[in-house]
């Protein structure tokens, strides 16, 4: 097997492309350095000088204006200059190839990418050919991983429930095309969580999750007993009528999070999500507004969370 | 090789001349690691009103290009505003002058100070910048290759001490 | 051109005879008699066996010329010591009339390097409604019928397609996939498929549609041919099939007897093949079910794919691996770590394929074609792309090192390979 793309030869973050296969060390390092990252967003200036004169391109070659526009705020506070290219409607109808597309923007001295692409591993294609100097991220890529996220999701577990290691985790919902579950699990069991349940519909669970660490429910109602972090996942508009389930309304009723469901978790279990929330299908509204609702403060925790991944691996 | 200056002899000397200058508005800062340790002892010693400010000057280190990120960087806290305020600025020992220049950056991103004094317990000179101390513990000659570094004891006794530079 | 090879270690799985001797090559076949040589081969401390018979290696002719030409397939088939092949159906257009057929065996004729064997499409265009003129398409040269890799969905079309091929006796070649299991998938659906994200192609997507074609075997008594089997519960369904006394046979792709899911890594589009690598248990069933007969034999399942088509994401990239230059190695590497004798290795690759092929090559025996290969089994040679001759570069051995290196290569008494 090859070396860990992601590290260089010290072992050092050079790329970040999945959670898993990181030492914690590594993952301790980022929340760490994101906390300090949290107090500068805090400030009046919210901005340092670290990646000045920097240029980080944000590859998408496939839509995503939340996620880029989180990516682009901490790299603007980290002083770095931004290109936002939204591949999707430009080079790549045009008929350019993935690799051309990159080589054009290396060519126009680019330090960092941020790549989100619709296919599994897209980034790892683009971290083997950039040349030695330049860094890439992985916003997401097909169903495989969607490391700071993982990362953002980690940090708002840690900052509300300090040790992961007794704690009861469920991530619920569509897991089998789901690149959050996956960088979220291999996080929770290398931070030594305890017990990381995957609860949803066999449909809905990848073929042998139960080699990612995770243990299977495919009734919430026991699968969210005495849980301290409950992760609702976003359900496609596509997946909802068809093959996989019958319909929105069949799903909410046996996987979506309600008041009366949470209760059974722990009086001070926490409830999250990536986002865009689907109220009504996966989440009430009750709950995604309620006092356990964790789901804003995701939101700001992943600026501190990818200006603290940009700049460790930036300065690798 | 002349013998270190003892780290505890300093401090009520250096506490006394601060003394002489601090009002109760003034609000002291302490740069991690050892500036830190430095300036708990001096806040308490001077029984300054105003909270211990303190800094981890990470994120404004001119040499970021070539040493990539430091590892575990503390957050800062300001607790108290800064804006047309006096400052004493706490580092434990001075050398070439930078690691006060990124300090000075990450203030003025919190405010602009009626005035800014350096304190250090010890001096090494080897200046690169144009910057001193207004009040220094010792003049602390340290041979080629070596670095003067502030060490506490479990007992919270400070010392200097001698390693090699990395 | 008479022809002697002189004092190799003689293999001829056939017959099981393994000894240092010489063969005598007169008027393009083996010959008995000692006769007058005009060309010597020295083939000492070298193995002397018939030539390698593969039976599936894309040739890319017609319509695929950007990724490989006759001339350049031809070219790697003896440079592996490959001396006939049977190729698929899958070019554009598909061989599905006889004018397409005759062309391609005319062009391979032309070239006089390996014996090409044209598999015909079984349905119009792969398309799996009508049915070829499969009379037409014998008489032009084809040796049997396939869909490829483009599986056949329609179960009523599928029945009669085998019931129309065992009315003229012709043999169907085919890869057991359900159309819509497999629909979508890139990858074994299991634990590394999980792991990386990748649509999954369920192990039961072989034995559903296996299981459909053993029963229409039972109700046409066609003469089936599987292949690329892939899990091992599609070995022991075989290993049933054979033991009732059906008329199958069955062919695994080399890489698959080496490879697992565990290879693919992190996303190497090398290891992105058809069907996918499953597991490792799969993989340690199936090179035990070559071992034991039950698959009889290997084939390289030669796929050249421009560099283009390889540089994508996982999902994005074209299936399949180069082979023709690595199969005599890959197999030979097999046969050792399951320590068979190397008669029985080779049988897999010669005799056998053979045998279902219908040819009298693949055996060295008076009388019988004199294709044949020369190979040192001990020297080591590294996969590197200029080390290959096929146009197709693309192989998850790139940057390994591999024992087995062909020194001369013989197709009808003519040395059409050599090299010192």
Redesign the interface.
């Given at each position: 097997m090859q070396r860990n793309p992601q590290l260089n030869a010290s072992g050092e973050l050079q790329h970040l492309l999945s959670i898993e296969g990181l030492p914690r060390e590594i993952l301790l390092q980022i929340l760490d350095t994101a906390e300090s990252f949290a107090g500068v967003t805090e400030r009046e200036v919210k901005k340092v000088p670290l990646l000045r004169g920097k240029s980080v391109f944000n590859l998408f070659f496939e839509a995503s204006t939340r996620t880029r526009t989180t990516f682009e705020i901490a790299a603007k506070r980290l002083s770095a200059d931004v290109i936002n290219l939204n591949i999707a409607v430009s080079s790549q109808s045009k008929g350019e190839s993935l690799l051309d597309t990159v080589a054009n923007l290396s060519a126009m001295q680019a330090d960092l990418f941020v790549v989100r692409h619709a296919s599994s591993g897209a980034p790892y294609l683009i971290a083997r050919h950039v040349k030695p100097h330049e860094h890439v991220i992985n916003a997401g890529d097909g169903r495989h991983a969607h490391p700071t996220q993982g990362l953002l999701d980690l940090y708002t577990i840690r900052h509300y429930k300090q040790d992961f290691s007794r704690l009861t985790v469920a991530i619920v919902g569509d897991l089998l095309h789901s690149r959050v579950a996956r960088s979220l699990i291999h996080g929770l069991t290398t931070l030594g969580v305890p017990e990381v349940r995957a609860i949803g519909p066999q449909t809905l669970l990848p073929a042998g999750v139960e080699s990612l660490g995770v243990r299977v429910f495919h009734d919430m109602r026991s699968g969210l007993r005495d849980c301290d972090v409950v992760v609702m996942l976003r359900l496609q508009s596509e997946r909802m009528n068809g093959a996989l389930l019958p319909s929105a309304q069949e799903f909410f009723k046996h996987y979506g999070l309600t008041a009366e469901k949470l209760a059974l978790a722990r009086p001070d279990a926490i409830v999250m999500h990536p986002g865009p929330m689907n109220r009504g299908v996966e989440i009430d509204s009750s709950v995604a507004d309620g006092p356990h609702s964790v789901i804003l403060p995701q939101v700001t925790f992943g600026i501190a969370v990818r200006m603290a991944v940009m700049s460790i691996v930036a300065g690798n | 090789m002349k013998k270190l200056p003892d780290a505890e002899a300093l401090l009520p000397g250096l506490a006394a001349e601060l003394g002489a200058r601090v009002s109760p508005a003034t609000a002291m800062i302490g740069l991690y690691t050892g500036g830190a340790w430095l300036a708990e002892r001096l806040h308490a010693l001077l029984g300054l009103k105003q909270p211990l400010g303190l800094m981890?000057i990470?994120?404004?280190r001119d040499d970021?290009?070539k040493?990539?990120?430091k590892?575990?960087?503390?957050?800062?806290?300001i607790p108290f505003e800064v804006e047309g305020r006096d400052l004493l600025l706490v580092d434990d020992v001075l050398y070439t002058g930078r690691t006060v220049r990124a300090a000075m950056?990450?203030l003025f991103?919190?405010?602009r100070p009626r005035s800014i004094a350096l304190v250090v317990l010890a001096d090494r000179g080897g200046r690169q910048l144009p910057i001193c101390a207004q009040h220094c513990g010792a003049q602390v000659e340290v041979p080629e290759g070596m670095r003067l570094r502030l060490k506490r004891a479990a007992d919270g006794r400070l010392s200097l001490e001698l390693e090699r530079a990395a | 051109m008479d022809l002697l090879i002189r004092g190799g270690r003689v293999i001829d799985p056939a017959s099981g005879r393994d000894e240092v001797g010489d063969v005598f090559v007169s008027e393009g076949k083996i010959s008995e008699k000692k006769i007058k040589a005009e060309k010597t081969i020295d083939a000492k401390g070298l193995v002397v066996a018939p030539g390698l018979i593969d039976l599936a290696a894309r040739l890319r002719e017609p319509g695929y010329e950007y990724k490989a030409t006759l001339e350049s397939e031809m070219d790697a088939a003896v440079a592996g010591g490959v001396t006939s092949l049977a190729c698929p159906p899958d070019t554009d257009p598909p061989l599905d009339e006889p004018g397409l057929v005759d062309m391609l065996r005319r062009r391979a004729k032309a070239l006089s390097r390996a014996r090409v064997y044209p598999v015909g499409a079984l349905t119009v265009k792969l398309a799996g409604e009508r049915l070829t003129e499969m009379a037409e398409l014998a008489e032009a040269g084809c040796v049997a019928f396939s869909q490829a890799n483009a599986p056949l969905a329609d179960t009523q079309v599928l029945w009669r397609a085998l019931q129309y091929a065992a009315t003229f006796g012709f043999a169907v070649w085919l890869r057991a996939e359900d159309r819509w299991l497999g629909r979508d998938g890139v990858a074994h659906d299991g634990e590394v498929a999980t792991r990386l994200g990748l649509p999954g192609i369920p192990s039961f997507a072989e034995t559903i549609a296996l299981a459909t074609l053993l029963q229409l075997v039972r109700a046409t008594g066609t003469r089936l041919h599987l292949c690329r089997l892939s899990t091992a519960v599609g070995v022991d369904m075989v290993r049933a099939a054979k033991k009732e006394g059906l008329p199958v046979s069955c062919d695994v792709g080399i890489h698959h007897v080496h490879l697992s899911e565990m290879d693919l890594g992190y996303f190497d589009a090398h290891c992105r093949l058809e069907p996918p690598l499953r597991s490792q248990r799969d993989r340690d069933a199936l090179a035990a079910g070559l071992a034991d007969g039950t698959i009889d034999c290997a084939v390289s399942d030669h796929t050249p794919v421009d560099e283009d088509q390889k540089q994508l994401p996982f999902a994005e990239a074209e299936p399949g691996a180069t082979g023709l230059e690595l199969l005599l190695p890959l197999a030979l590497k097999w046969g050792e770590e399951r320590k068979l004798p190397l008669a029985a290795a080779l049988a897999r690759v010669t005799s056998e394929p053979a045998r279902i092929l219908g040819v009298p090559s693949g055996r060295i025996q008076p009388g019988a074609p004199a294709d044949l290969v020369v190979f040192d089994p001990q020297l080591l040679f590294r996969v590197v792309p200029e080390a290959l001759r096929s146009q197709g570069k693309n192989s998850p051995y790139l940057g390994y090192e591999l024992a087995g290196r062909v020194r001369a290569t013989l197709v009808a008494g003519n040395v059409v390979f050599e090299q010192p």
């Open positions: - | 981890d990470a994120f404004y970021y290009a040493e990539g990120l590892h575990d960087p503390k957050r800062t806290r950056n990450e991103d919190y405010g | -």
